[in-house]
Structures are given as structure tokens and as C-alpha cells.
């Protein structure tokens, strides 16, 4: 029966893909409905959204200009819970408890939300992690900063392990861009920083390591790379199963985290069509790894018949005697405008027992609903995407993520994009609730249905 649901379907999709949509128009496919847009709150209404993070009902949106709370506890009434004003991209969040963690990787004159932006040179400078504290969703609190080396351009929450859980978590710190008169940001950066936060007093949070991710240098001589590896963009641990992969600006790795402190690579790929690595996602089964290549920095009209498919794309790979093997590339392939800056971004897996299939943001390209449980052939089942963006500077959606029944979208401008697929091959990750979610840290589906 779902074979036959996506044979009605593929003619839909492809019907549309030589179409480019008016300015701002939503187009879908018959089996994705748009619920609502919350529009983006007072303060933030000129800064961008980047990533998001769930937790019992709210969705936690980060922006360049601080972050929001919203409801989604009624996904069709989702609304605005409060809003914290506190500059510094690019704000991607993880949430655990009552602690938020933001990202900063921009230089700012002091830790405070009230900083403004100071040049990386002056020692004086500051970037790293702040921590804030939600348990009151209407009033969070900033309660401590963490400086990390070249700041903190995304983060990754690792629980501790054993009894270790109940007591610290840590936050892999993904950072790059070095330069010799940076005096907090020196090269060669190779290395991650891992910051141990005490979950009874947060306050002491701080950086613990700083493990050497190549010490032999990273990819930085293949023609096409858009910067030479000097540390990792992302990281995504799948912690019950002491693995992560990294996605390190030229290289795909996989790392061995048994020891939080100190991660191994244990696999290196390289792959001459990858201009730079961005994100990563496990199956969940750990069996394979989905990484994204952010061709053109995610400014690029990219996601055009000019580019071609398997440049700004997904590769998939499996996981073999605990080596990475490529199997395929998957991009979207509705061409977009030569104005229309679109690239392979953040997605999560859609939680389907016995299938790999997962939501994906394109930038404006929107959002991709793609099944890879044939590694070698995957294809799109459903999306949800807006004609060209009216607002200047490029726009579209930065991650797009599954939660209890709904696809959740972070647009640029828009706000928070609130999306529903009804498809024969998803239905059943309905019965699939999660108390919390932070994408790049997976945990194992569960429950009756699995």
C-alpha cells in the first residue's frame, strides 16, 4: 500500500519542478499541509532564525538577535511565549531541564546582552556559549557565559554517561576560522572544545577539554573547498551508542565518544563534489549517516539545473566494519530561481520503524520529506516551499525538524513555519512522542510501535 501512496504522488512532484512559484507563494504537495506561520516576535523581527529545540511541548527558535519561546502544545494555536533580546549569531540552541545553551560565534565586546560587535583582534573580545535558565518559559534568565576558542558557531549537547547522567552534561563545541591575529582564535584549530556543565550548579559551568580533532591536519588542499578544514562545523552524537559523526568543513568523520572527554576519529572521508561539510544525521539504527554539503556558504542559488544534482546535496553513506561508504546523493529536484539561495540544511529523521526518512530544510528551497531507506536510491515523498523571497538578502527556511506529529520550520523572515504531512509511509511516527528534541542529539526511537 505505501509503495502505491508514492507512485500516485511522484507525478504531483514532478510536475511542479520546472515551476518556480510568485514571490512569497506556498506550494506543496497534495500530501503536505501548511498549518500556520507565527509570525517572528517584537525584537526579532530584524535578525534572523536559525536552529531549533523542543521540550515538552515548546519549541525553543533561535535567532541572530536573541531566541523565542513558543507554544506548539496545539500545533494549530502555536503562538508566542516570550522572547529574550540578547545579539550574537548565530544563536543555535539545545535545551536540557531548565537549561538552554546558546551558540556565538560572533565577536562581541563583552558576554552581556547588551554586547555589540568587536573585532575578533582585541583580546578583550568575546564568544562562546551562554546558558540561560527557562524554567520559567515566560521570564528566562541568562545566568552564565563560557568563552571557547573561535567561539562557538554550533554546539552539541552530550548527556554523561552511567550515574554520570543524573549529575553533568557537555556541550561539543563546533568552531572554525582561525587567524594568527585572533589571540583567542590561533591556528591551526583542529580541535573542538568540550565545556562540562554541573546540572546543580550551571554556574560552574566550564571548558574542560579541548581534543584535537586532526592532528595531522584536515582536508585543505581539494580544489572547490570552500575553507580548508581548521575544526568541525557540527557534530551529532548518538550518545546511547558512543558514536558521533562530524561534519569538518572538508571531512566527514566518525568519532568514538566513549570517553566524553576525549573523542577518537575512528573513519575519514573525503568527497571532491563536498565543498564543505555542514550537518550530519544517523539512521536509527546507526547503520548509516546522512551528511549535507552547504555549497556557496548557503548564500548560492545552488539548487538549479546550472548546479547540477549532486553539488549542494545530501550524501548518504552506510556504516560498514565502522567505515563510511558512499552509496548516494540526494537533492531536491524542483530547480529554483537563479535568485533563490538554496542549499542542502538541517532535517531530522521522521520516526518510521523500518524506514529512513526524514524532513529537510533547503533554504528557499523549503522543506523536503525524502525516504533513504534504499541507500542507493533515494527519493522525495512530499515538500513544502514559498516562490522567491521578497525580502532583500536571500531568506527560506533554516532547519526543518519533526516533532509529535508535525513538520517545524524555522524561516529566515517568515517566523515559525508549523507543516503537517499525511502519507501511508509516515503516518506511523504519530505514535512516536518525544519529551525533547535536539536534532544533533539523537537519541533510539521507542515505544509500541517499535
Not at 506550494?27 to 506561520?37: A, G, Q, R
Not at 525553543?60 to 529574550?84: C, E, H, L, M, W
Not at 572527554?261 to 573525503?270: F, H, I, S
Amino acid at each position: 500500500m505505501a509503495v502505491a501512496a508514492v507512485a500516485l504522488l511522484a507525478p504531483a512532484v514532478q510536475a511542479l519542478t520546472a515551476e518556480i512559484p510568485p514571490p512569497d507563494q506556498i506550494v506543496t504537495s497534495p500530501n503536505v499541509t501548511h498549518v500556520k506561520t507565527v509570525p517572528k516576535p517584537d525584537g526579532l523581527t530584524t535578525t534572523i532564525n536559525t536552529d531549533i529545540a523542543f521540550q515538552d511541548g515548546y519549541a525553543y527558535v533561535g535567532n541572530y538577535g536573541g531566541f523565542a519561546i513558543y507554544d506548539i502544545r496545539n500545533p494549530k494555536q502555536a503562538q508566542v511565549v516570550s522572547t529574550v533580546v540578547c545579539p550574537g549569531s548565530q544563536m543555535d540552541v539545545s535545551v536540557y531541564g531548565d537549561l538552554l545553551f546558546g551558540a556565538v560565534d560572533s565577536s562581541r565586546n563583552n558576554d552581556s546582552c547588551s554586547s555589540t560587535g568587536q573585532d575578533a583582534s582585541i583580546k578583550e573580545s568575546w564568544e562562546g556559549v551562554r546558558i540561560f535558565d527557562i524554567s520559567d518559559k515566560a521570564n528566562p534568565k541568562y545566568i552564565k557565559s563560557v568563552e571557547t576558542n573561535c567561539g562557538s558557531h554550533t554546539l552539541t549537547l552530550v548527556p554523561g554517561k552511567g550515574s554520570d547522567r543524573r549529575r553533568n552534561v557537555y556541550l561539543y563545541v563546533s568552531s572554525y576560522r582561525p587567524a594568527a591575529n585572533f589571540p583567542d582564535c590561533q591556528p591551526p584549530h583542529d580541535k573542538i572544545s568540550v565545556i562540562k556543565v554541573p546540572l546543580r550548579n550551571p554556574e560552574a559551568a566550564a571548558v574542560v577539554a579541548t581534543p584535537v580533532v586532526f592532528p595531522d591536519g584536515g582536508n585543505e588542499t581539494q580544489p572547490g573547498l570552500l575553507l580548508p578544514t581548521s575544526g568541525c562545523h557540527d557534530i551529532t552524537v548518538y550518545a546511547e551508542k558512543n558514536i558521533a559523526a562530524g561534519a569538518c568543513m572538508g571531512d566527514g568523520v566518525l568519532f568514538d565518544i566513549s570517553d566524553r572527554l576525549n573523542p577518537v576519529v575512528t573513519a575519514r572521508v573525503t568527497d571532491p563534489n563536498f565543498a564543505f561539510w555542514h550537518s550530519a544525521t544517523f539512521n536509527n539504527s546507526a547503520t548509516k549517516v546522512v551528511f549535507t554539503d552547504e555549497l556557496g556558504g548557503g548564500s548560492g542559488a545552488t539548487c538549479n539545473e546550472a548546479t547540477g544534482p549532486n553539488r549542494g546535496a545530501d550524501a548518504i553513506y552506510d556504516i560498514v566494519e565502522g567505515q563510511l561508504v558512499f552509496k548516494s546523493y540526494f537533492k531536491i529536484s524542483r530547480h529554483q530561481a537563479d535568485n533563490e539561495n538554496c542549499v542542502a540544511h538541517n532535517g531530522s529523521l521522521i520516526p518510521v520503524k523500518g524506514k529512513d526518512i526524514m524532513a529537510q530544510a533547503w533554504y528557499q528551497g523549503g522543506v523536503s520529506i525524502w525516504d533513504f531507506t534504499d541507500s542507493a536510491n533515494p527519493r522525495e515523498i512530499g515538500f513544502f516551499e514559498r516562490g522567491p523571497e521578497t525580502t532583500p538578502g536571500g531568506g527560506g527556511i533554516w532547519s526543518a525538524y519533526y516533532y509529535n506529529g508535525h513538520i517545524y520550520g524555522s524561516d529566515f523572515h517568515k517566523g515559525l513555519d508549523v507543516i503537517k504531512i499525511n502519507d501511508r509511509l509516515t503516518d506511523p511516527a504519530r505514535w512516536v512522542r518525544m519529551d525533547r528534541l535536539n536534532v544533533q542529539t539523537q537519541e533510539s526511537f521507542h515505544g509500541r510501535h517499535w
